[in-house]
């Protein structure tokens, strides 16, 4: 979870660098984006309670791989992640039919390790939080401290995995927390990134390429304080 995060980041990262935010689709109004999963589904990290009715002695209590597998007596490994309960329940049952009379096993998951989102970039507590199937985008910035002075609200990127690859979306934040555009709830293992305000970056531009190398001339240096993304006239720029 932690690899794939730093991998989305960086994703993120190169987006912004090649200028190719804009290009990044708004959040739809959309249910089935909006809103949590309609059904739980099982992902690394939780722990499952394995129930044979008639076969107790292969009663088991696992916790999900991070290659999303199990391992179970008599059936071996067995892929749960991305699946519902039901669906790895009927899954067992056709694998125990052929080792056992009365095949009648349930899934029940007993922890949920996979509830997490990870929140970074312009937020002053970057990190892995904990997911209810409520928390919203704007409640999992709050987690993490709440955001810099130097954070672009309005352009909050949201990379949701999905089955084959992931969705990447740029939501308003801004006008989310007014109450005018939905804020989507999130689900296991989305990452949440504020970038830098367009502010921001000119000030880190300025800091990088300017103060760091123009020389320590006092009239010089205050051109720039005064006009920080202005030509300078270098004729102007003159002093003891």
Same mark, same amino acid.
């Given at each position: ?5 730093? *991998? ?68 071996? +490994?067995?892929?749960?992640? !991305? ?14 039919? !052929? ?29 892995? #939080? ?6 919203? *985008? ?10 810099? $002075? ?6 909050? #990127? ?14 308003? *934040?801004? $006008?989310? *927390?007014?109450?005018? $555009? ?7 293992? +989305? ?22 190398? #123009? ?26």
């Amino acid at each position: 979870m932690l690899e794939g995060s730093r *991998l989305c980041l960086a994703l993120v990262v190169a987006l912004l660098a090649c200028g190719c935010m804009m290009h990044i689709p708004p959040l739809p109004d959309d249910p089935g984006v909006l809103a949590p999963q309609a059904e739980y589904r099982i992902g690394g990290g939780d722990t499952l309670s394995v129930k044979l009715f008639y076969t107790a002695e292969l009663n088991d209590e696992v916790t999900v791989r991070p290659d999303g597998r199990i391992s179970l007596q008599l059936v071996g +490994d067995v892929p749960v992640a !991305g699946r519902t309960p039901e669906e790895v329940s009927q899954d067992l049952r056709e694998r125990y039919a !052929g080792h056992l009379t009365r095949p009648d096993v349930v899934v029940i998951v007993r922890g949920f390790g996979s509830q997490k989102a990870f929140v970074g970039g312009e937020v002053k507590s970057p990190s892995m #939080i904990v997911i209810d199937g409520r928390t919203t *985008l704007a409640d999992a910035v709050f987690q993490a401290g709440g955001t810099l $002075d130097t954070a672009a609200l309005s352009s909050v #990127i949201l990379i949701r995995h999905k089955e084959g690859g992931r969705d990447v979306y740029r939501v308003d *934040l801004s $006008d989310g *927390l007014e109450g005018e $555009d939905p804020v989507p709830v999130l689900r296991p293992y +989305d990452v949440v990134y504020v970038p830098k305000s367009f502010i921001a970056q000119v000030g880190m531009y300025v800091d990088l390429y300017v103060n760091r190398i #123009i020389p320590k001339n006092a009239a010089f240096t205050a051109f720039y304080q005064v006009n920080p993304v202005g030509n300078p006239d270098l004729g102007a720029a003159t002093g003891p």
